[in-house]
């Protein structure tokens, strides 16, 4: 008798059939989610569309007077901004209204003078869903005319330039402009030129209120007269019948201060309160100062300052904390868009001091080496500033030398560099009436005595001929503990690695270097156009050594009353203040020697 047997699929053909399905199955899945997605943007987008042509409808029935912003120029009925609901989505709607002034028939203020300028009006609609899920923008512009001729405008114009610290438009700027006596309230952005201009601005005087900021930049404005302010410089703005109020703002990128306090041993100070203010005033008789702040180091000595305008600034401590000097040397000038690091010496004793400034006037570098006496018929010292810089500005006298002890001299070159024509700068060489395309020069050892913390920094001049390029001028540092013959210096950038380079706008010096007593420095000169070369005249080091600050003193156990203060140094001319009256029991004293 034969037995028939049933065979079934095995565990592997059940497992294996199950992924085929699951793979199909989640085809087909992506596929249907793919195709909602689609669907769902399509109807976003249509949605959007109509929202847009909406409004258009809606504007196309109104008075040509009354299409403008509630609150804007030109003034009329529409929001500056609302939302709309459809298909269950929150959609967001922006529009921008302005008066177009043509030069057809001439502009306001130009050849043709146009005493009406505002000829037509340009509508913008923007349309957003930023909750969506796929966020979507959608814009359209369109242009109203009046039906009627023009007449005399009875308004007048306000044109806002904004620029950089450098003279350079500002693009896209944020403009708020306030006017609460003729009912003005408007938020706009200048053009790529820097430009926002008001054209059919109703007349007021000294009453719109303009700021102007970017995300990023600093801020400026206008003041109104107040009693902290009686005399602004930039008063709130006055437009005038059928004339055009030019006015200009400056902002550029923010920066940060990165200050640390210290005594002379380099031990930190805890919970130092200091102030810090600028030069920039914004209004006069008193003068009032456009930035200033009260700040507090913390447990550990340290505080960073951020969103900082750039300036010029000087510093004070209080509480019961006596300045002895500021590294780098004071006042600090903070550059747009850096990261300054500065030391507050902090000394202690008896609150009766005297701090000298000692500085070259050509340059304003802290000047190593000067000899300071004070006296008085009962008081006399002498004290010498630290080393607080080291600098070339000359190279004249060829290379071969591996320690700096003659500073006409350096260590090599690469043979492109040209250090006496004329004398007193490097430059690229010129072979035939063409400069060379790119060189480099290696100075000699400096030996600062101790080991040293390095600041910044400084070359003259800042500014290249923009025909050599980009970053024309670069260089890079090496220091060591020790200056021995089995010495390896390694040339390093402000990253500490050997593939960055400093720039003319990057001179902070990398923590990396910090400690070592010994410092060289290695320059790279390039152009890209060889009828061009960058030229440097002034290379210079600031440094703590020791955390002495550099180019200054400080007198301790004084008296109020007169003093002889003399100041000298080698090479410069000599300079006496009699009397110099002590009247508190902290005073500061800049003294500045000319070569």
Request: charged share 15%.
């Amino acid at each position: 008798m034969k037995m028939k047997i049933n065979k079934g699929f095995s565990l592997i053909e059940v497992i294996f059939a199950a992924a085929i399905f699951a793979v199909v199955a989640m085809s087909i899945y992506q596929g249907f989610a793919t195709i909602t997605s689609l669907v769902s943007v399509s109807r976003n987008k249509i949605a959007a569309v109509d929202l847009i042509n909406d409004e258009f409808e809606l504007i196309r029935n109104l008075t040509y007077a009354d299409v403008g912003l509630k609150g804007g120029i030109p003034s009329g009925l529409l929001l500056a901004t609302s939302t709309a609901i459809r298909g269950g989505r929150e959609f967001n709607i922006t529009r921008v209204i302005r008066n177009i002034d043509d030069s057809f028939d001439g502009t306001i203020g130009g050849s043709p003078n146009d005493l009406s300028p505002a000829d037509y009006k340009m509508v913008q609609i923007s349309v957003s869903c930023n909750l969506c899920k796929n966020p979507l923008n959608l814009s359209a512009t369109a242009i109203v005319s009046p039906k009627n001729l023009e007449t005399a405008s009875t308004n007048g114009s306000l044109f806002i330039k904004v620029f950089d610290a450098n003279g350079k438009p500002v693009p896209q700027a944020d403009v708020h402009i306030e006017n609460s006596s003729v009912g003005v309230n408007i938020n706009e952005t200048t053009n790529n030129d820097g430009l926002l201009a008001i054209v059919d601005a109703p007349p007021a005087q000294n009453s719109y209120s303009i700021v102007v900021s970017k995300s990023g930049f600093t801020t400026d404005k206008t003041y109104a007269s107040s009693i902290g302010n009686p005399n602004p410089l930039k008063p709130d703005a006055t437009v005038i019948l059928q004339q055009v109020t030019p006015i200009s703002f400056v902002i550029d990128k923010i920066s940060n201060i990165n200050l640390r306090a210290i005594t002379d041993k380099c031990a930190s100070v805890a919970n130092v309160p200091f102030t810090i203010k600028g030069t920039k005033l914004i209004g006069t008789s008193p003068d009032v100062y456009k930035w200033t702040g009260n700040f507090t180091t913390d447990t550990s000595g340290y505080k960073n300052i951020t969103n900082v305008e750039w300036d010029v600034f000087s510093f004070t401590t209080t509480g019961g904390f006596y300045l002895a000097g500021v590294n780098p040397i004071s006042p600090v000038s903070i550059l747009p868009d850096s990261s300054q690091n500065i030391d507050l010496i902090i000394s202690d004793g008896s609150p009766d001091f005297l701090l000298v400034n000692v500085k070259n006037s050509s340059t304003g570098l802290p000047i190593s080496g000067a000899s300071v006496s004070l006296s008085s018929t009962s008081y006399g010292k002498v004290l010498i500033t630290n080393q607080g810089s080291l600098s070339q500005t000359d190279w004249q006298g060829g290379s071969g030398q591996l320690n700096f002890t003659d500073p006409t001299h350096y260590y090599s070159s690469d043979g492109n560099i040209e250090t006496n024509n004329p004398v007193g700068e490097l430059k690229l060489l010129n072979s035939l009436g063409s400069f060379v395309t790119s060189g480099s020069i290696t100075s000699s050892i400096f030996d600062t005595g101790t080991s040293s913390n390095w600041s910044r920094v400084d070359i003259l001049p800042i500014d290249q001929p923009t025909q050599t390029g980009i970053d024309s001028v670069r260089f890079q540092i090496a220091t060591a503990s020790q200056n021995t013959a089995t010495t390896t210096w390694n040339f390093l950038g402000p990253d500490g690695t050997s593939g960055s380079f400093y720039t003319i706008t990057n001179n902070n010096i990398n923590s990396i270097h910090d400690g070592d007593r010994y410092i060289r420095y290695k320059i790279f000169l390039s152009t890209t156009d060889t009828s061009f070369t960058p030229n440097i005249s002034d290379f210079a080091i600031s440094f703590s050594s020791a955390c002495i600050p550099p180019g200054q003193v400080l007198f301790s156990g004084l008296n109020l009353g007169d003093y002889t203060l003399k100041v000298s140094a080698i090479g410069f001319t000599p300079q006496t203040i009699d009397p110099m009256t002590i009247s508190s029991n902290w005073a500061s004293q800049d003294v500045s020697l000319s070569p």
